[in-house]
């Protein structure tokens, strides 16, 4: 099973809630009552409860930093159009989109972001970009593709 951030956004929601119930509860024991003078821990409950959806939320945003990993495919591609650079003079144009990169971008390493994990029908996996996924679409018959869930951008 694979752990996904949005997973753990989910259970940082559930701490959350539960944190903000147990400080409505103590705050329901009228002031001067022997109730309220014996909710120290419960009100230490609470606070472990929010520190615990804060490390929740970290966690996740470690998980989708991980999850972000650059592509890595040995030459670069358009991010929409896939294999369609041309590079002159050291720079490469897509020849559908004109986008232009003022580097040999065909020559470098992918830095795109992995978003498609793609298993072959020998069962091996790889791990690409968008741009890479268009090219294996074409040249991979049998192959499963996988979209990865999209790092949420707002932690
Ligand atoms: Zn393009
Ligand atoms: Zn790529």
Do not use: Y
Not at 10 to 21: K, Q
Not at 72 to 86: A, I, K, Q
């Amino acid at each position: 099973m694979t752990v996904t951030p949005a997973q753990l956004r989910a259970l940082a929601s559930r701490a959350d809630a539960l944190a903000a119930e147990v400080r409505e509860l103590c705050l329901s024991a009228p002031a001067g009552t022997p109730e309220h003078d014996h909710l120290g821990a419960a009100w230490q409950a609470r606070e472990r409860l929010s520190a615990g959806a804060e490390d929740l939320r970290r966690a996740a945003g470690d998980l989708a930093a991980l999850q972000a990993r650059p592509c890595g495919m040995p030459w670069g591609v358009c991010p929409e159009h896939g294999n369609t650079l041309s590079t002159r003079a050291g720079i490469s144009t897509c020849r559908v989109c004109r986008r232009e990169w003022r580097h040999d971008r065909f020559g470098r390493p992918c830095e795109e972001p992995v978003t498609w994990k793609v298993i072959d029908r020998a069962g091996a996996e790889t791990r690409m970009c968008d741009g890479h996924v268009l090219g294996a679409r074409a040249a991979a018959a049998g192959a499963t593709f996988v979209r990865l869930e999209q790092a949420d951008a707002h932690p």
